[in-house]
């Protein structure tokens, strides 16, 4: 019979944490790819048109990423995640039970 003591609570409630994080996301990835495969508007945004973390909105842009977007504006992925997140609203607004 093993003693409970904080420590060991804590421990488990991480690896609990974590567990429930890695299945969150993997359900959260699978109905984006469903999303995406139907069609639904801003599931299946290219990742170029996605700013990285590191980049500014404005950051002077290369010749290949001009070419890959013509009128040269990118996202943030939290403007992407709202985006998404609108849509669902109005997916559940017309079609919700």
Excluded: W
């Excluded at 170029?48 to 890959?68: D, F, G, M, R, V």
């Amino acid at each position: 019979m093993s003693l409970q003591t904080p420590e060991r609570e804590q421990a488990e409630l991480s690896q609990y944490d974590a567990k429930v994080y890695r299945a969150c996301k993997a359900m959260t990835e699978a109905q984006s790819s469903s999303l995406k495969v139907l069609g639904v508007p801003f599931f299946g945004t290219k990742p170029h048109l996605i700013l990285h973390e590191s980049e500014e909105p404005s950051a002077n842009t290369s010749n290949e990423q001009k070419a890959s977007n013509p009128g040269g504006q990118k996202i943030s992925k939290a403007q992407l995640l709202d985006l998404q997140r609108k849509m669902l609203n109005h997916l559940m607004e017309l079609y919700g039970d």
